[in-house]
């Protein structure tokens, strides 16, 4: 029969060892609470450990889903020219829930978005390149740009408007 005391001295070296796979983990780039529960799930760490290692790290700000979907937002909106769409999916695919992504979109001003949308388009096309086509052809380029935007998870309403600047 094991002493209680070396249940919780294994207890305890177990957690240490969990909390340092952890913060490896959130070392090499920020990380939704999902994501280091799956990590430390698939390390096999028991569920009450993995509890105790993400509870302190929630309480502590080292896992902070609505700063760090914030932040995804904002950078990824400005840098690569998301629309709100494919930064819902992004967060989502990360473990972050619908309502703090919900929260972080919210921040998004539907202006910028259109600014965004039509950096994006410029990078690609040039308007005057696109007046200089032929009726058909302008046609076929707005369409290929319109699907690049859908892409990037603009909203049709976005779109819509983007292209009629182009027109």
């Given at each position: 029969m094991q002493d209680p005391e070396d249940n919780d001295i294994i207890a305890a070296k177990v957690r240490q060892q969990a909390r340092a796979v952890a913060l490896r983990f959130m070392s090499q780039t920020a990380r939704s609470c999902r994501q280091v529960i799956t990590r430390l799930e698939n390390e096999g760490f028991p569920a009450e450990i993995v509890e105790s290692v993400i509870s302190e790290f929630q309480s502590n700000g080292a896992i902070n889903d609505n700063e760090l979907a914030r932040r995804w937002v904002v950078d990824r909106a400005a840098r690569k020219q998301y629309g709100t769409r494919r930064l819902l999916?992004?967060?989502?695919?990360?473990?972050?829930?619908?309502?703090?992504?919900?929260?972080?979109?919210?921040?998004?001003?539907?202006?910028?978005?259109?600014?965004?949308?039509?950096?994006?388009?410029?990078?690609?096309?040039?308007?005057?390149?696109?007046?200089?086509?032929?009726?058909?052809?302008?046609?076929?380029?707005?369409?290929?740009?319109?699907?690049?935007?859908?892409?990037?998870?603009?909203?049709?309403?976005?779109?819509?408007?983007?292209?009629n600047a182009l027109t």
């Open positions: 999916r992004e967060l989502r695919a990360h473990g972050v829930s619908r309502e703090v992504a919900g929260d972080a979109l919210t921040q998004l001003n539907p202006e910028t978005e259109v600014q965004h949308a039509q950096t994006a388009v410029l990078r690609r096309w040039s308007e005057q390149s696109l007046r200089e086509l032929s009726p058909s052809e302008r046609q076929r380029e707005l369409n290929r740009c319109a699907a690049f935007l859908m892409r990037r998870g603009y909203s049709h309403e976005v779109i819509r408007q983007v292209l």
